[in-house]
Each structure stands twice: as structure tokens, then as C-alpha cells.
């Protein structure tokens, strides 16, 4: 069973800047693509940025180009999204999905593994 941890979420102010984690530690998230969703109150899971294996190749939602970089650390075995210009509209629970279906696309895939999510509120 894969199990890995979000952290990083927390209240920030409009323009300000986040870093989320996901980390494993029984497996390499290295040899899956990993993507980051989020959740707003009463809307749909929707895909935010999701990274390659290799870490070579990189997708963004158009909401969040510019602003969100998605990276990972194979020495620490854990994918990052460092999140900058925070929107009130960007709070939501963030999730990892730790994709055993090779995929970069930010649509919800059948062969998604979910963490528990972390809180991101973006307000003044």
C-alpha cells in the first residue's frame, strides 16, 4: 500500500507565498508521476500541477501558471509545490496523488493514490 503525507498548508495572506510536501517513506515516489489537486468548499477535485517521474516534464493548470512550481527532491523522496502571489481563490485542501497510471494530465485518473490533503486559506 502506498502511504505517503501532505504538510505544508496553513493561512496565508493575499500575495503570499506557501511550500507544500509530499513525502513517503516505504517507496520511491520517483518511480511514479505525481500530480497535486485541490478542493474548494462545495466544487469538484480539479488538477493543479502535476510532474514526470523524471521530474523532466511538468504540467500547470492555467489558474496557477506563473505563480505555482511543482519539483521534486529524489534525495529526500519528496514532491514539492512551491506556491507564490496567493489568491484568496487558491484555498482549498491541496491532496498528492501518487499516479501508478503514468499520466500528467489534470484530470483524476483511475489509478490515483490519495493522502489525507492539507488546508491552504488565503484570506487577509
Known amino acids: 500500500q502506498l502511504q505517503f503525507v501532505e504538510s505544508g498548508g496553513g493561512l496565508v495572506q493575499p500575495g503570499g507565498s506557501l511550500r507544500l510536501s509530499c513525502a513517503a517513506s516505504a517507496f520511491s515516489l520517483g518511480d511514479y508521476a505525481i500530480g497535486w489537486f485541490r478542493q474548494a468548499p462545495g466544487k469538484e477535485r480539479e488538477g493543479v500541477a502535476c510532474?514526470?517521474?523524471?521530474?523532466?516534464?511538468?504540467n500547470y493548470a492555467d489558474s496557477v501558471k506563473g505563480r505555482f512550481t511543482i519539483s521534486r527532491d529524489k534525495a529526500k523522496n519528496t514532491v514539492y509545490l512551491q506556491m507564490n502571489s496567493l489568491k484568496p481563490e487558491d484555498t482549498a485542501v491541496y491532496y498528492c496523488?501518487?499516479?501508478?497510471?503514468?499520466?500528467?494530465?489534470?484530470?483524476?485518473?483511475?489509478?490515483?493514490?490519495w493522502g489525507r490533503g492539507t488546508l491552504v486559506t488565503v484570506s487577509s
Open positions: 496523488a501518487v499516479r501508478t497510471i503514468a499520466t500528467i494530465e489534470l484530470k483524476i485518473s483511475a489509478g490515483d493514490y
Open positions: 510532474i514526470s517521474s523524471s521530474g523532466g516534464i511538468t
